[in-house]
T-cell receptor, first 115, second 114 residues
Framework: AQSVTQLGSHVSVSEGALVLLRCNYS??????LFWYVQYPNQGLQLLLK??????LVKGINGFEAEFKKSETSFHLTKPSAHMSDAAEYFC?????????????FGSGTQLTVLP | DAGVIQSPRHEVTEMGQEVTLRCKPI?????LFWYRQTMMRGLELLIY????????DSGMPEDRFSAKMPNASFSTLKIQPSEPRDSAVYFC????????????FGPGTRLTVT
């Protein structure tokens, strides 16, 4: 069975500081991994995805994530936070086992950007 | 592309009333998912369809909930009778069968049952 753990339900950073949101996954086979962002009163928007082509994945709005198989991690980073990055971020995993056609989402991390 | 369309965006109803939420997936997408999001339980998958056929409804909380997909461009999620604990944001998402399982979400319907 696949699962996702997001460490830290709330993260606060200062504007201009590094953003690091943590995600660890459990999967019996090589997974596909995703980060979604949810702005207030909106649906989830795909930020980036890992599909085994490259371990460092670049997404929209300057975000990137690195797949580390040895650590079963897929942490999301951005070098310099902007006020507009304040939102909730969800990590998700999908693999070929079990119900192969759905995503399993983490519990989310609320990012606050301080001026 | 207009993206996934959901209606209504907000719904306020009284306990015991029937509620119908609507979703139009992205054209060409053959998978459709219904999710519920609450503070307590996070994002929960309720049911999903492939080519208009329900595949997995194990997430549907109880018999008061039902979902249909009469054609490739329309799905409904119905709650009858509604209860205050059904208050949540309900999302519809869709995807094709040829992508890496990435789903595209609608803006959601915020349901309040009083």
């Amino acid at each position: 069975a696949q699962s996702v753990t997001q460490l830290g339900s709330h993260v606060s950073v200062s504007e201009g500081a590094l953003v690091l949101l943590r995600c660890n996954y459990s999967s019996s086979v090589p997974p596909y991994l995703f980060w979604y962002v949810q702005y207030p009163n909106q649906g989830l928007q795909l930020l980036l995805k890992y599909t085994s082509a490259a371990t460092l994945v670049k997404g929209i709005n300057g975000f990137e994530a690195e797949f580390k198989k040895s650590e079963t991690s897929f942490h999301l980073t951005k070098p310099s936070a902007h006020m507009s990055d304040a939102a909730e971020y969800f990590c998700a995993v999908s693999d070929e086992s079990g119900s192969a056609r759905q995503l399993t989402f983490g519990s989310g991390t609320q990012l606050t950007v301080l001026p | 592309d207009a993206g996934v369309i959901q209606s209504p965006r907000h719904e306020v109803t009284e306990m015991g009333q029937e509620v119908t939420l609507r979703c139009k997936p992205i054209s060409g997408h053959d998978y459709l998912f219904w999710y519920r999001q609450t503070m307590m339980r996070g994002l929960e998958l309720l049911i999903y369809f492939n080519n208009n056929v329900p595949i997995d409804d194990s997430g549907m909380p109880e018999d008061r909930f039902s979902a249909k997909m009469p054609n490739a461009s329309f799905s409904t999620l119905k709650i009858q009778p509604s209860e205050p604990r059904d208050s949540a944001v309900y999302f519809c998402a869709s995807r094709t069968g040829t992508t890496f399982y990435e789903q595209y979400f609608g803006p959601g319907t915020r349901l309040t049952v009083t």
